[in-house]
């Protein structure tokens, strides 16, 4: 079983609705992750999060707001979205470092579907 | 700027024979290293094995080796004794030094394991 738990796993919204993605890791992880991935394509990076500071962002619209309240919790707002948005959006975590060893764990994934 | 490239779009294979599935990176970087995830039809992306550079030795992980050649630049992933449970995508990665793990990753390869 992961140790990463996204949920929903399923999320269906309207171009107007303003809803959140969660995720939460409890292995003491310090980087933590959004990946977008659409069907028959690998996973992009949209975000990383280390020690709670957002480190990197892949110019992801500004229709999507990441926030980290603690080590353990990551967030994804999503706000205005296209029907183009309709995705898997899988969260992941690592533990930071300079080991290349650091393996990203993934969560289940949240289905989402814009409508 | 490095690459992961996966030739096999899908592979069939019988129920208890071995696949190998192809994987070549591309990097001027001598620090890098290299992972193997499993995509069921589920969504969850599930690590199976990691090589790193400086690595004498191939990884192994239970049923999965990983056939790591440098000077071809290869990281091929051996499943032996394939089961039904097999089937899904496969996705080669890379993650550079850094701070956190950052992963590129290949295409993917659809494996299908028959009866």
């Known amino acids: 079983d992961t140790e990463v738990t996204q949920t929903p796993k399923h999320l269906v919204m309207g171009m107007t609705n303003k809803k959140s993605l969660k995720c939460e890791q409890h292995?003491?992880?310090?980087?933590m992750y959004w990946y977008k991935q659409k069907a028959k394509k690998p996973p992009e990076l949209m975000f990383v999060?280390?020690?709670?500071?957002?480190?990197i962002n892949e110019s992801v619209p500004s229709r999507f707001s990441p926030e980290c309240p603690n080590s353990s919790l990551l967030n994804l707002h999503l706000h205005a979205l296209q029907p183009e948005d309709s995705a898997l959006y899988l969260c992941?975590?690592?533990?930071?470092?300079?080991?290349?060893?650091?393996?990203?764990?993934f969560g289940e994934g949240s289905w989402l579907t814009v409508v | 700027a490095q690459k992961i490239t996966q030739t096999q779009p899908g592979m069939f294979v019988q129920e208890k024979e071995a696949v190998t599935l192809d994987c070549t990176y591309d990097?001027?970087?001598?620090?890098?290293?290299l992972f193997w995830y499993k995509q069921p039809s589920s969504g969850e992306m599930i690590f199976l094995i990691y090589?790193?550079?400086?690595?004498?030795q191939n990884a192994t992980e239970g049923r999965y080796s990983l056939n790591f050649q440098k000077a071809r630049k290869s990281a091929n992933l051996v499943i032996s004794a394939s089961q039904l449970g097999d089937s899904a995508m496969y996705f080669c990665?890379?993650?550079?030094?850094?701070?956190?793990?950052?992963?590129?990753f290949g295409k993917g390869t659809m494996l299908l394991v028959s009866p």
């Open positions: 999060y280390s020690y709670e500071k957002l480190s």
């Open positions: 992941a975590s690592s533990q930071p470092g300079t080991s290349l060893g650091d393996t990203i764990y």
């Open positions: 990097t001027s970087d001598p620090s890098y290293g």
């Open positions: 090589q790193g550079s400086y690595d004498q």
């Open positions: 292995m003491g992880h310090r980087a």
């Open positions: 990665a890379m993650s550079l030094p850094s701070g956190y793990s950052t992963l590129t």
